[in-house]
């Protein structure tokens, strides 16, 4: 069975200071990873994501993930943080194996992040 | 480019009520979900379509929940009789189903259900 663990509920950061959002995942086979982001009152907006190739994925407004396969993380970050980015964030797994047939996310509990000014 | 909608963004009925969600894919993908996230918890998938056709319905938590996508466009979530632990948030999204290319998957805004 799939899993995704986000372990904080909610992240506090300065503006202007990098942030990171956790996230590790529990799949058989090889994932695909996403990262989704909730602004409130608004629905998930997709964010980037990990097929393969390189470990480090970037994405929309200035946010990066790092996959480290041996650690079953997929970690959002950012080098400078607005407080615009204020918002919850949802991370979410698919294997990539063909014959399963199912393409069914399995998401996180979400993290909200809180950028202060 | 209209993204996903979804109808009502609100519905606030009474517990034994029915009522029916309805989601607008973008136009073109075949692949169409249903997921829900219950009292701040995680989203969960309920089904999924591949066009008309159910592809997995193994997220739907009881028979008091019927999903329709007559046609292959458009799709209802039907909830008869409403019980109080249905109220969350209710998202659909779609996709073009290329399985290759990691199939992302857009999201509507949600429809909010309170069953009181």
């Known amino acids: 069975a799939q899993s995704v663990a986000q372990p904080e509920d909610q992240v506090n950061v300065a503006e202007g200071n990098p942030l990171t959002v956790k996230c590790t995942y529990s799949v058989s086979g090889n994932p695909y990873l996403f990262w989704y982001v909730q602004y409130p009152n608004r629905g998930l907006q997709f964010l980037l994501k990990?097929?393969?190739?390189?470990?480090l994925v970037k994405g929309s407004y200035g946010f990066e993930a790092e996959f480290n396969k041996s650690q079953t993380s997929f970690h959002l970050k950012k080098p400078s943080a607005l407080v615009s980015d204020s918002a919850l964030y949802f991370c979410?797994?698919?294997?990539?194996?063909?014959?399963?047939?199912?393409?069914?996310?399995?998401f996180g509990s979400g993290t909200r992040l809180q950028v202060q000014p | 480019e209209a993204g996903v909608t979804q109808f009502p963004s609100h519905s606030v009925i009474e517990k034994g009520q029915t009522v029916t969600l309805r989601c607008d894919p973008i136009?073109?993908?075949?692949?169409l979900y249903w997921y829900r996230r219950v009292m701040g918890k995680e989203i969960k998938f309920l089904l999924h379509f591949v066009k008309e056709s159910k592809q997995d319905e193994s997220g739907m938590p009881n028979n008091r929940f019927l999903a329709e996508r007559t046609g292959g466009t458009y799709s209802t979530l039907k909830v008869q009789p409403a019980e109080l632990e249905d109220s969350g948030v209710y998202f659909c999204?779609?996709?073009?189903?290329?399985?290759?290319?990691?199939?992302?998957?857009?999201f509507g805004p949600g429809t909010r259900l309170t069953v009181l």
């Open positions: 136009s073109g993908h075949d692949n």
């Open positions: 990990y097929i393969t190739g390189d470990n």
């Open positions: 979410a797994v698919r294997a990539r194996r063909r014959d399963t047939g199912r393409r069914a996310l399995t």
């Open positions: 999204a779609s996709s073009q189903g290329f399985l290759g290319a990691g199939d992302e998957q857009f």
